[in-house]
């Protein structure tokens, strides 16, 4: 069997995948980015700096995309107990329902692609992305975990 290089492999994987969370995006008037800050506020309610690093993206870029989440009724800012000069984002309801049906979606999509693998080779997939996705938050000072939601939330 020919094999692609690691690169091109990532480059064509990180296509397929993006042009299914692009789909699910459109169907509910939401951009990429939008989509991610959805996706980040599942389990999160950061502050904005944090939501920054999270996202890779300048504090300005991040108030804009807050504001206009805002606007849709998606999010909400809420003050932060901790520290009087730092609020808080975390989804409403309305935007927890999109963010659902939307990761749902996108999941069925996922699990789709991922049918074609054994059972073996997905579980090594995963193993990998993980370490690999958590490595490279913690080398940007980012910790994936830090700012997740208690569960009684």
């Keep these: 069997m020919a094999s692609l290089s690691i690169v091109d492999g990532l480059a064509q994987l990180s296509f397929l995948v993006l042009g299914r969370l692009e789909r699910r995006a459109a169907e ?3 951009s990429i980015v939008q ?3 959805l996706g ?3 389990d999160r309610r950061p502050t904005m700096l944090e939501l ?3 996202l890779g993206l300048d504090k300005s870029s991040v108030s804009g995309l807050v504001d206009r989440a805002e606007r849709r009724g998606l999010v ?3 003050p932060s107990a901790a520290d009087r000069r730092s609020v808080l984002v975390g989804l409403t309801e309305q935007g927890r329902t999109l ?5 749902a979606r996108f999941e069925a ?3 789709e692609i991922l049918a074609l693998l054994p059972d073996a080779d997905r579980k090594s997939l995963s193993s990998l992305v993980s370490g690999l996705l958590v490595a490279h938050a913690r080398a940007n000072g980012v910790d994936l975990f ?3 939601v208690p569960s009684h939330e």
């Design 28 to 30: 509910h008037d939401l």
């Design 35 to 37: 989509t991610r800050l």
């Design 40 to 42: 980040v506020l599942r």
């Design 52 to 54: 920054a690093k999270l």
């Design 76 to 78: 909400t800012r809420i």
């Design 99 to 103: 963010a659902a049906e939307v990761a």
């Design 109 to 111: 999509d996922v699990t």
């Design 146 to 148: 830090d700012t997740l």
